[in-house]
């Protein structure tokens, strides 16, 4: 098992960028694959992006593939997301999640192990 803390978040401009980190404590961190959700107020959690656990493949949602970039660090168990352009539209709470297995799953029943989530605002 592996517990998660997201740090990154804030209120940017729009076209700003901000890299999120999630750090996770665990001892088989490089044995799950990763992913990164976000949700809206209102609105459901939803796959941004995520992982493999060797990180040699990668998954984007269609409409941020150019803008969000995911990796990860296995020696220091960190997963990164980092943002581009950011538009208003991009606000929300983002969250990572493990999922036990190498492979990526792109929903949220997919995933065992989630952080608290950092808030991201985008201004106009």
């Known amino acids: 098992q592996v517990q998660l803390v997201e740090s990154g978040g804030g209120l940017v401009q729009a076209g700003d960028s901000l890299r999120l980190s999630c750090a996770a404590s665990g001892r088989t961190f490089s044995s799950y694959a990763m992913g990164w959700f976000r949700q809206a107020p209102g609105k459901e959690r939803e796959i941004v992006a995520g992982?493999?656990?060797?990180?040699?493949?990668?998954y984007y949602v269609d409409s941020l593939k150019g803008r969000f970039t995911i990796s990860r660090d296995n020696a220091k168990s960190t997963v990164y997301l980092q943002m581009v352009s950011l538009k208003p539209e991009d606000t929300a709470a983002y969250y990572c999640?493990?999922?036990?297995?190498?492979?990526?799953?792109?929903?949220?029943?997919?995933?065992?192990?989630w952080g608290q989530g950092t808030q991201v605002t985008v201004s106009s």
């Open positions: 992982i493999t656990s060797n990180g040699g493949s990668v």
């Open positions: 999640a493990a999922r036990v297995g190498k492979f990526i799953g792109t929903t949220q029943s997919e995933y065992s192990y």
